[in-house]
């Protein structure tokens, strides 16, 4: 409908972009979670680095069914690619009644489901002697096999093998088994098994309940893909995004930060076709060629400080990260723009945004390499926003010195982080009221209040309704971590939990989930009061001028009823029928595993007046959205 010609009843603009994801590879977010590849260790690349333990036969077992018997060894004298240097070779000298090879356990084991089907690729190459017959199948937890196929391995050089299994049965604790039934000897790598039913039914792509949580928040970017693992603890371990692009045989897999591995399966390719799928504007972060302060710090003994990449390699540096903008943007003709187009991406990703390092610990180094990257881009792509860093947020620490370089530099925007108490949440809600307008503006790159209660949650909320009253200059916020795989856990708390077959979002998400795909664009001061103002009451009334709903956020975090009173008079006609979604519950109320529905949001039908009179139960947010005529 045409709402140009309606009562314009005036507002402030709010940030079209603000409410969105954070998505970091921490807690298996990545491989093993979100990345629906179900091999682990696909490319024998897993090494002691990773994890003082693993090596490249990692999450591999050597099987000898049947009397057989023969060797395997890893080896790297002629890899499918430099980027990807170990491999296995397997010696069948008897294959006995059922073969000799190996068995892999996913990543705690291998769920299938009957019927469906389960792309599985492999490189393999006959090293010596006669073709030899493998066998690859799928098999059941009581060891039943549930789908199997036989390739011919005669070619000499590496060749990419693939075929489509289909269980006959649904197992949550199925491996897979790859077995020589004939004698010989042949070389195997990147062994993938990958559900073809993934989101939007992606190549490569992404686990489909997963990917449909975050799609279903609606938000309006993805900052990826970190976090820590963006700068890495120490220069070799930053990430790289040109390893991340291309042949999944040919990306430089990596030591995850956070005490574990990268593939690149997940990469720069995926990262931007996910937000494209589902709408929400990339938000890329390239380090800011210094690693993290506490470098060698996190999952090993001591801390070597923050590195920085030798001034002499800055130019490079500086040409990786414009490289980026060509690669998402640039024409078919272009040397990046090709490498896009080749990957099955023709049209532009529309990069607007790219994020410069990731709180950072501001020191002269940091602000000599961030000014030259930030002038650099600048000069050259105007047209893209970039976001700063004030640095880390240890409890009581302030981010001045990083507000400094921002104000000098005039950044259009600079990236704030905190984790704490509900009650910081609480008392901070005013934050941002006396934030310089029309100078830098925030991006709350990561938040989250210390739990996964209701309590926590409704905490968040009430900050929540703050940025919205500052979407002037709260450019953008984003909750975090985002995703944490049960058992596999580094960070508590996160905003969706899930194990192999089964997701649990919090009542966090569900927060998220209602301000996002309820945000305005119009922020109303003045239209929310409530009878005895406290800091445990926060509400604001936005209006979302494409459609011309009015939608008050109300959130109450006390332990009473509050009575509130929305004076509509500003605005034209309304529909009295609005539409009424309450998350409430208990303080210690969480949703788990077991019980993932316990506290979700309940929708309704409310009649509304101009003059409307709600009253907010404890421990809730009920967002009233009312359509106008
Ligand atoms: O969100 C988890 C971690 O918290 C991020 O990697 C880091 O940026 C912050 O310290």
Known sequence: QDIS???????????????????????????GGLYAELVQNRSFEYAPGDRRDWHPFSFW???????????????????????????????????????????????GKIPVRAGDGYNLSLFAKRMSGAPVSLQVSIEGKNGKMLAQHVFEIAASEWKQYNCSLVPSETDDSATLVVLATSKGKLALDVISLFPQKTFKNRANGLRADLAQLLA??????????????????GLGNMYRWKNTIGPIEERLEQRNIWGYHQTMGLGYYEYFQFCEDIGAKPLPVLPAAVSCQNSGGTWRIG????????MDSMQSYIQEVLDLVEWANGPATSFWGSKRVAAGHPAPFNLQYIGIGNEDKITPEF?????????????????????????????????????????SLSLPVVD?????????????????????????????????????????????????????????????????????????????????????????????????????????DTYFDNVVKYETADSLFAGGCVQDKRTGDIILKLVNAGSTVKKVNAN?????????????TILQGDP????????????????????????????????????IRIKTR
């Open 5 to 31: 010609k309606k009562k314009s009843p005036g507002g402030r603009k709010i940030s079209a972009d603000l409410f969105g994801l954070f998505f970091e590879d921490i807690n298996y977010a990545a491989d």
């Open 568 to 580: 509509l008079s500003k605005f034209g006609n309304i529909v009295s029928n609005a539409d009424c």
């Open 216 to 233: 279903d928040i609606h938000p309006k970017f993805i900052r990826f893909p970190g976090g820590c693992l963006v700068h890495g603890d």
């Open 303 to 310: 801390s070597t400080g923050q590195q920085a990449l030798p």
């Open 61 to 107: 077992q050597y099987i000898t069914p049947g009397y057989s018997y023969g060797t395997v060894s890893v080896e790297t004298s002629s890899p499918i690619h430099p980027n990807n240097p170990h491999y296995l070779v397997l010696n069948a000298e008897h294959v006995g009644d059922s073969g000799v090879g190996i068995r892999n356990q996913g990543f």
């Open 367 to 407: 602000q000599q390499r961030f000014e030259m990257i930030y002038q650099a881009v600048k000069a050259k792509h105007p047209e893209i926003t970039i976001v700063g860093t004030v640095g880390p947020f240890p409890e009581g620490e302030d981010f001045s010195k990083g507000w400094e370089i921002a104000k």
């Open 588 to 623: 210690a109320a969480i949703n788990s595993m077991d019980k993932p529905n316990a506290v979700v949001p309940v929708r309704s039908t409310l009649e509304v007046k101009k003059d409307l009179r709600y009253e907010a139960p404890p421990m809730s947010l009920t967002v």
């Open 416 to 520: 704030e982080h905190y984790y704490s108490k509900p009650e910081w949440f609480v008392s901070n809600q005013y934050r941002y009221d006396t934030y310089k307008r029309n100078a830098t503006r925030v991006y709350i790159g990561e938040y989250a209040s210390w739990g996964n209660t209701v309590k926590n949650a409704i905490a968040e909320a009430l900050y929540m309704i703050s940025l919205e009253r500052n979407g002037d200059v709260v450019a953008m916020a984003s909750y975090a971590p985002l995703l944490a795989k049960n058992g596999f856990t580094q960070w508590k708390p996160d905003m969706i939990y899930f194990d192999n077959t089964r997701v649990s979002p919090s009542v966090n998400y569900y927060v998220q989930q209602l301000f996002s795909t309820n945000q305005g």
